[in-house]
């Protein structure tokens, strides 16, 4: 597989781990309710995403609500809300920067300029999966905590959501397309930083044979 075609491939990979940040980021299913209480039937499931709460009914309707207050949130959430709207937006910036520098389009002519462009939009593609990394990191810990602490009442305990799920194949995504990207234009940049050398053209001296100085 040729370079050109590893960072197309590199390219796309980080465009589906940015399209499942979106996504996640939009899902309200961070937390849902755990059950964990046998002798208590329960006829709804709590969803709890970064900017709304739904509950869903045992008969399919679902009722979601939109947080009130932003400063009245936990410190996980105001986080989260901050970190993914800060990877959409870098996300989108790492594709324009790599699609300028790419092998396949002609924005800039080749050269170790164009190289360096296309790593700098790898390399935010690799911030991005780090970044996205620490909500869903602390959303994880925060659940796996309060489900094991006999203090937090059973009404209380969440279990880990399909958004975080989501998060975290987006951030692979992400973080294994920024090192292709990285990867093949720096073999890349080596391949056309070697010096080229080109000899003189011979020429014959008065008695017919060729000067040694031409040879390089």
Do not use: H
């Amino acid at each position: 597989m040729t370079s050109a075609a590893v960072e197309i491939l590199g390219l796309g990979l980080g465009i589906l781990g940015w399209v499942g940040v979106i996504l996640a980021c939009g899902l309200p299913m961070w937390q849902v309710s755990a059950f964990i209480d046998v002798n208590i039937v329960v006829a709804q499931t709590i969803w709890e995403g970064l900017w709304m709460s739904c509950v869903v009914q045992s008969t399919g309707q679902m009722q979601c609500k939109v947080y009130d207050s932003i400063l009245a949130l936990q410190p996980e959430v105001q986080a989260g809300r901050a970190l993914t709207v800060i990877v959409a937006l870098l996300g989108l910036v790492a594709l324009m920067v790599t699609v300028v520098g790419a092998q396949c389009t002609n924005c800039i002519r080749p050269g170790k300029m164009k190289s360096r462009i296309v790593i700098a939009g790898g390399a935010i593609y690799i911030i991005c999966g780090v970044l996205v990394l620490i909500p869903l990191c602390w959303f994880a810990n925060i659940v796996i905590s309060d489900f094991y602490d006999p203090t937090v009442p059973p009404s209380k305990k969440r279990e880990m959501g399909a958004a975080l799920y989501i998060g975290w194949a987006a951030t692979a995504l992400l973080l294994f397309g920024g090192c292709l990207i990285c990867c093949c234009s720096c073999y890349q940049r080596d391949e056309t930083s070697f010096p080229v050398k080109y000899s003189a053209p011979r020429r014959p001296t008065s008695n017919g044979e060729y000067d040694k100085k031409n040879y390089v």
